[in-house]
């Protein structure tokens, strides 16, 4: 493991319609490595996603975000892109008209072949390079030209937003592939996920409840505690009701 | 200047290969002006061209059964920076006959061009007309366009038109297309326009399907920027059983341009039946942040977003 952080949070909070999404959150993540941010559903894992790329209305979160050193807690999502952070959403978005080819060439800063990354997602680019990235795709093969245009980048950070969502089994092994990729050639990913399956992938993990970072570590650690506890859990987002209490 | 040249010369401003009308199986008409500047002919197919004192008057008529391998290239183009150019077009396709012509209309230099297209179209039982008619126009925003046709599609007949003015200024257009749909024919229209600066575009399109099983589909893609402003109307009327029809306009508005659409879809038939969607507004938020996040500014998103849709 590199003991470089590549990314700060430091006591972020964000509120959203008078509702405090993430409280006081603090967490590091590590240069070329994977990590899994991981809670149920409603615990602000997107959230916190949304405010480490920047999109507009989570800017406002207080706190402060570090990349690589630098203070990138008021730059937009492209100012930070263009720093070397990125994400692929739970949904990838349609795109009417635009081609695997367009869309997949938006992420490089330099013109080259595109066509190694599109083997590598198991997408043919003979039958993909010119169909639309839209409704005509399912939402694996979305997931995998996103991550495929995300591979064709250079960025550092890559933030994946339930890279299991909608997809069989057959597409998330290949992202996993993909990450296991990502990961050799030296950059870091985040998982946001409320899935075992996704969990066990990382090396590391914060377990989310509540707007708030309740346990950390080596993922080994976390995931009897995530399965036994959280995943049954009826106190969901309420980190300080029942047993949770105890889980520092 | 002879008509070779100016043939030549039409074809430059299209962006298409000098020699697509080498090939003998290609027919072609080019107008310059009120000039017939070249003309081919194919078996089956006929091709009238008659000079009128602002314009042409065209002809067309395909015999019962034929069917026209390769795309009819057709140029209507104006060359000088002012000038009229008035194209009556009468096109009747026989019984079982085929053809796919692909139309420029040229007006790379215009300042103050007017260019009317008044079109008369009968689409014979169980043939198949697609027209895709590709706008070049000057970035002086000096042109108008009047596009009228009347189609008329007998039983089992095919109509597909692809209307795309996205290259140089619009100036002024305002499409009028009426269709009447006989029993089990197909139509579909497509008109995409890239609207900027004081550009005004009107589209009027309607289809009246007639007859049992007709079809019909309406698609509109305009992106507007500046101080552009577009009035789209779209009718579809189903007035016996199974007939299906569907409206789909989209229009992306940015700076102060304006956008208006007025689906209207009508049912005349418990068994027919008539869809619409309309979305108006600004590029949709997540395929814009998605894009950012990948280093593109907003700007750069916005045009490779529109890209997609008008291309």
Known sequence: MNNNKILQVKDLHLELNNTTIINSLNIELWEGSIHAIVGPNGAGKSSLANCIMGLEKYRKASGEILFKGKDITGLSVDERARMGITMAWQEPARYEGLTVEDFVKASLKKDRDIKPVLKRMGLDPDYYLKRAVDDTLSGGERKKVELASIMAGDAELIIMDEPDSGIDIESLNRIFEAVSYLRESGRTVVFITHSSAVLKQAEHAFLMCGGKVVDKGVTKKIIPYFEGKCLPCECKNEPYIGEAENVR | MCADVK?????????????????????????????????????????????????????????????????????????????????????????????????????????????????????????????????????????????????????????????????????????????????????????????????????????????????????????????????????????????????????????????????????????????????????????????????????????????????
């Open chain 2, 7 to 311: 043939t030549k010369e039409l074809i430059k401003t299209t962006g298409e290969e000098e020699n697509i009308l080498d090939d003998p199986r290609v027919a072609h008409l080019f107008i310059s002006g009120n000039e017939v500047v070249g003309a081919r002919d194919l078996p089956g197919l006929q091709v009238e061209a008659s000079e009128i004192e602002d314009g042409v008057d065209v002809k067309i008529n395909l015999k019962e059964g034929v069917k026209i391998e390769k795309p009819v290239h057709m140029c209507f183009g104006v060359m000088p920076e002012t000038g009229m150019q008035k194209i009556i077009l009468k096109v009747n396709l026989c019984k079982d006959s085929r053809i796919n012509i692909l139309a420029h209309c040229t007006f790379p230099f215009a300042k103050d061009v007017k260019h009317v297209m008044d079109a008369d179209i009968t689409v014979g039982e169980g043939a198949s007309y697609e027209y895709t008619e590709r706008h070049i126009h000057s970035e002086t925003g000096g042109v108008k366009v009047y596009p009228e046709a009347r189609v008329y599609l007998k039983e089992n007949a095919t109509f597909r038109t692809n209307f795309e003015l996205l290259k140089g200024r619009v100036g002024l257009i305002d499409i009028d297309y009426r269709t009447q749909c006989e029993k089990e024919s197909t139509m579909e229209m497509t008109a995409k326009v890239d609207g900027k600066k004081g550009d005004i575009i009107k589209i009027r399109e309607t289809g009246h399907l007639k007859g049992e099983g007709s079809t019909g589909v309406l698609t509109t893609r305009v992106a507007l920027r500046d101080n552009a402003t577009a009035d789209v109307y779209n009718e579809i009327i189903a007035e016996k059983p199974y007939a299906r029809g569907h409206v789909d306009c989209k229009e992306i508005v940015q700076d102060n341009a304006r956008a208006k659409a007025v689906p209207v879809v009508e049912v005349k038939d418990p068994k027919a039946h008539v869809t619409h969607e309309a979305a108006i507004g600004s590029v949709d938020s997540k395929q814009l942040q998605t894009l950012m996040s990948r280093g593109l500014n907003e700007d750069e998103a916005t045009d490779l977003i529109i890209k997609g849709i008008l291309g």
